[in-house]
Structures are given as C-alpha cells and as structure tokens.
C-alpha cells in the first residue's frame, strides 16, 4: 500500500511539474465582472473589457469631439493569431473602424500605459441609465512594423495593467462628456435621470 501511495504521489508530482503556470488564468482576471477573456490555441488572452460609467446627455457632435479628444485614433493590423469563443467557434482577429450611429459610437485607438502600447476597438453605447464602454479587438505593440499581438490574461502577461489603460481611455473620455453634458451626471447612483 505505502509503495502504491509513493507512486501516486511521485506521478503527480511530475504530471504538475510539466504543466506551465505560464499560461494559466490569472485569478484576478477570472474574478474580474469587466474583464472577458477568451481562449487562444496556447493560452487565455483578454477578449474585451467593459466599463459603465453615469449617463451623460451630448449632442453626436459633442461625442464626436470628445472622441477625437479622448482617443488617439488610429488603424490597427494583428500581426498573428486566432482566438476561439467560449462555444468553439474561430474568429480571426482584426481591428475595424466602426461609424457612429445614433447613441453609439466607436473607434479603434491606441493608448500608452505604463509604457505599454494597447491597441483596441471601443464602442460607447449610451443608454438612459449610463454610459458603456466596450472594448475589444484588444491586442500589444509587438515592437514590429506597427503590428500588435493578443494580450495574455495570465500573470505574467500584466492583463490588470493593460485594463487599467483601458480604464483611463474611458475615464478620459467619461470627463469630456460630462463637461458638456446637459445633465447632471452622477445625481443618482445608475446614472439615470429622470424627465421634467
């Protein structure tokens, strides 16, 4: 019996030392309700990340200025990869400009964050009880002709980081439009506002 136990132990000692820690989740990651990750042929990477901030009450002109403020606009190429949705299907990965129409709006941009180059596409729903920033296609400056890579969403690929650019993209552009918002954002918790 003691020699099956040393066996047993001895297996499963060497089936985990062959697994990589490299590519597993991050906790934080996994826990986070803004964060969605997706898998790749070798690993997690971030699919999107989404914010919701107070409603904000703007002309489509003053959206687009703030976006033009807020973001620095600019087209995106992946330079490789394929990631799969949770139900198994393949999406090739590519950056799109979107227009705006109506209360949505979207670009695709590049934020510099703790010295790290993000690409991503974000699109701005906003709805009568706040204002959702959506972003994905997300992806890093791999350093080569303008090309960007998957951001990994284990620990060591800093994904937390990589969000909080985001974050700051949203925040920036969250500012801009209460600046010229026709209400009063934030006077209730949701952001909702209700009609006089």
């Known amino acids: 019996m003691m020699k099956k136990t040393w066996i047993g132990v001895a ?3 060497l089936m985990t030392g062959c697994v990589s820690g490299q590519y597993v989740l991050d906790d934080q990651v996994s826990q986070s309700r803004e964060i969605n990750p997706v898998q790749g042929v070798d690993g997690d990477y971030l699919g999107s990340f989404a914010v919701r901030r107070p409603y904000t009450e703007v002309t489509p002109v003053q959206l687009d200025q703030c976006l033009d403020a807020s973001v620095q606009q600019q087209q995106v190429n992946l330079a490789t990869g394929v990631l799969r949705d949770p139900i198994g299907q393949k999406e090739k990965m590519t950056f799109n400009a979107m ?11 590049v934020t510099q964050h703790e010295g790290r180059n993000i690409a991503y596409r974000l699109e701005i729903q906003r709805m009568p009880e706040a204002n959702y920033y959506y972003f994905d296609r997300l992806g890093e400056a791999s350093g080569q002709n303008d090309q960007f890579v998957p951001i990994g969403a284990w620990a060591e690929a800093a994904p937390l980081q990589a969000t909080q650019g985001l974050e700051a993209v949203a925040d920036q552009m969250q500012s801009c439009l209460e600046r010229g918002a026709t209400n009063q954002p934030g006077e209730d918790p949701t952001g909702w506002q209700p009609q006089s």
């Open 11 to 13: 297996t499963l000692t």
């Open 99 to 109: 227009p705006g129409e109506g209360d949505e709006a979207g670009v695709t941009g």
